[in-house]
């Protein structure tokens, strides 16, 4: 009793000297206590992502025709975009360096192919569009290549993500760059294949949250 007692002494002498000291405890609290409430942002973002990602690679693949391809528009600016975005931004507040940084930056990679095709793209010359396109998606191949590396400490399910994404950026730019449909058909085959695994992974957070347990694993791979 007369350690606790001494403890509430130190603590208003402390606030006497410093006024904001209450307040600023207190803000801490409250953002503390925010966070602890916040749902898990990952499978919104893994979902926008694996959407928009089938649609396109399916065009990429040569499953549906090309001129389907607009569709995709829509996807990129609200889902694949402004929906990952957002899951982007939630992972900051949960402290998450590893999803804010992801989430944040597909969708702004969404976002930007969305602003290329819907504005730009008609004022590259013809003779280098391919070009364009190809260091946009070799540069995005060596952003998800260190994501890789840092996915694997993560779980098996998103480090196959980022294993297959690697290789369809990488495959995408060189089938841009050499004109190679082939490249790029198998680029898209593998993009399913991305989403595919990013639903998976999406589907597991859903899942596993609301049954509360594991039903889908995912393999931790942090230890």
């Known amino acids: 009793m007369a350690t606790n007692v001494a403890s509430d002494r130190d603590i208003i002498v402390e606030n006497s000297r410093d006024p904001m000291a209450g307040q600023t405890a207190l ?5 503390s206590a925010m966070s602890a ?3 898990d ?30 569709i995709v528009l829509g996807l990129a600016l609200t889902y694949g975009g402004l929906a990952q975005l957002l899951a982007g931004m939630w992972e900051f507040k949960k402290g998450n360096t590893f999803g804010a940084t992801a989430f944040t930056s597909y969708g702004a990679f969404w976002l930007s192919f969305w602003a290329f095709v819907a504005f730009y793209a008609p004022k590259v010359p013809k003779a280098d569009v391919a070009h364009a396109v190809g260091i946009f998606l070799f540069a995005w191949g060596i952003f998800t290549l260190y994501m890789l590396i840092a996915s694997l400490k993560t779980t098996g399910a998103i480090a196959a993500v980022f294993t297959l994404l690697t290789v369809t950026f990488f495959l995408l730019a060189i089938g841009e760059w050499g004109g190679t449909e082939s490249l790029t058909k198998l680029g898209g085959i593998l993009g399913v294949i991305t989403a595919l695994a990013a639903w998976y992974a999406s589907m597991a957070g859903v899942v596993n949250s609301t049954f509360g347990k594991v039903v889908l694993p995912t393999r931790p791979l942090k230890a």
């Open 27 to 31: 803000a801490r609290e409250t953002v």
């Open 37 to 39: 409430s916040i749902a």
């Open 41 to 70: 942002p990952g499978p919104l973002g893994l979902a926008a992502f694996a959407l928009t990602t089938f649609v396109l690679s399916s065009v990429n693949a040569g499953w549906i025709s090309k001129g389907t391809e607009p």
